[in-house]
């Protein structure tokens, strides 16, 4: 029961990140609601099976699952939003390290994120 909850609880902090980052540009949707699919598997299979059939993120989902595929679009809303990040970084008064290690980090996630491949017909 208290893997039940443990998974659920994941779930559900995951699809509230996800939501916040609908209203929150450059916090990303899609990756939070794959945890949450993921936690859902275990926990939770109706809160899975409604992810998995959402009219407009369900087929992000699926396809990572079915592929690891992530969409030519996603991939340059992506690469948009860290460029942004890195700018903002750039400009702000953060520590020189930050202004290093961030866009470094971003530029390795780019990196694998463009390595992935593109969704299957």
Known sequence: MVRILWWRSVAVLSVALGMIGVIIPGLPTV?????????GT?????????????????????????QGAVSRRAKCAASTMMLISVILIAFSGAHDVIK???????????????KRPEPRD
Do not use: D, K
């Open 31 to 39: 990756p939070f609601l794959l945890v949450a699919a993921w936690a």
């Open 42 to 66: 275990r926990g939770w299979p109706e809160l899975e099976a409604w992810l998995l059939n959402h009219p407009r993120y369900g087929q992000s989902i699926r396809q990572w699952r079915e």
């Open 100 to 114: 290093v290690a961030v866009p470094l980090m971003l530029c390795i996630t780019l990196l694998w994120l463009w």
